[in-house]
């Protein structure tokens, strides 16, 4: 059975042309780029050339771009980086209750060092208000991390107007780029941040290589102690054949990316609008518009997640669920339960996040099988009744 | 991470139902966590003729709940209470680690449903019944701490 893959928010397939881009620095051109005899010159021009391309599709300089081990280590460094050097100008940190763990975990550890974090409320669509944003800026505000759009909902936040705000207070502004930059635009002035951060595998790149933008002049701490490579920030020798491939990969989102999202936008529309034409007591989870162009997530009532993601999976489809169940705590996604929904939708949550290789036909497959599967389990559900 | 066995009771499961004027029911578990366990149980001569669940919850809970009204069907009431949550995940084949709360609440909506039953029929000659069920309860709250 040819299985349909809906998860790309979680990861994507790296595209064959960055695998063959990638496969040269491998065991030819294997080199240390830190070494000066012609092995190492040409890794580091090419991780030089990858530079190039990633700066491209967020607008940014050359020397402004970091690259790091993946999208985790970018949010890490740039919570902990900023926190840890401006720390005599303050201790205070704002960020949204839906970001990333990556984001709310460092906050957390950060709030364990004497730092306070502010933790924004959401609207039931997942917004962060920009205004909620300005009345929690103090005297000790030293960084605000709202993330670009959510991983779970799709929900694309006001980055720009955050971003006056954090502007006018003078605080410094970080965003998770991971969802959005290669998908929708993340160019890094139109957005008015001061730290981005971006993931290789989010969009056709290879897994273990991210990166962190940090505009110049941004306060900083290095986050890996050790040689110079990355302009003394992030020491370690360079993940060369990753950063090669993360290279092309933007190469290849910044040049199909309105086609792209044009596309995938129709078909997640038609996902949406058939759910809810095939199956009765389903909820849009996220905002209707203000959304990535990939992602649905629905609450399908009275039946949990998993054991749909289960059915789904014999049926060859490879979706996601915000139920407990799915991890090891037994609470629900903490995204949804921040959008107000009842633990019970929170359970019975599906993501679809679509992708490159998404089809029409795969659609319409998935529009016929989740029906019969909903009906399934409902049948069995103590909590529906006809 | 599942076992063949758990999977195949996860889309093959026994006894799913309502049933209609049932002489005990269970109800178990709470939307937060993400489990609900109906089991439903005729008694006739102590002996569980037929056992009828509903469950909303992952494919964990919803193997148990088949694998335990399979093991309890022509049971008496004796058997039946010394039916532990171990037994319906070994049954399973093993369930992972983080899913085992969910044979917990197999055997306490299979307790609960006779709880409910004895509660009804306090006729019955079912002291000692009501004594095993009390070391059974005891049993099941150290289990949930």
Known sequence: MKQIYLDYAATTPADPEVVQAMLPYFHDAFGNPSAIYSYGQEAKNAVEEARTKVARLIGARDDEIVFTGSGTEADNFALKGVAFANKSKGNHIITSSIEHHAVLESCKFLGKMDFKITYLPVDSYGLVDPQDVKKAITDKTILISIMHANNEVGTIQPICEISKVAKEAGVYFHTDAVQTAGHIPSNVKELGVDLLAMSAHKLYGPKGVGLLYIKKGTKIMPFLNGGAQERGRRASTENVPGIVGFGKAAELAGRDIDSEAARITRLRDKLITGIQKNIEHIKLNGHPVKRLPNNVNISVEFVEGESMCLNMDMSGICISTGSACSSTSLEASHVLLALGLDPVKAHGSLRFTLGKWTTEEEIDKVLETLPRIVAKLRAMSPLYKK | ?145
């Open chain 2, 1 to 145: 991470m599942y076992s063949e066995k758990v999977m195949e009771h996860f889309h093959n499961p026994r006894n799913v139902g309502e049933m209609e004027n049932p002489d005990g029911t269970g109800h178990v578990g709470n939307p937060v966590c993400g489990d609900i366990m109906e089991i439903y149980i005729k008694v006739k001569d102590n002996i569980i003729t037929d056992v009828k669940f509903k469950t909303f919850g992952c494919g964990a809970a919803i193997a148990t709940s088949s694998m335990v009204t399979e093991m309890v069907k022509g049971k008496t009431l004796e058997e039946a209470l010394k039916i532990s949550n171990k037994a319906v995940a070994e049954a399973l084949g093993g369930l992972p680690a983080v899913k085992m709360h969910c044979s917990v609440l197999a055997e306490e909506a299979l307790s609960s449903a006779i709880d409910d039953y004895l509660a009804k029929n306090p006729d019955k000659n079912t002291d000692t019944l009501r004594k095993l069920h009390k070391t059974q309860h005891a049993h099941l709250e150290e289990e949930s701490e």
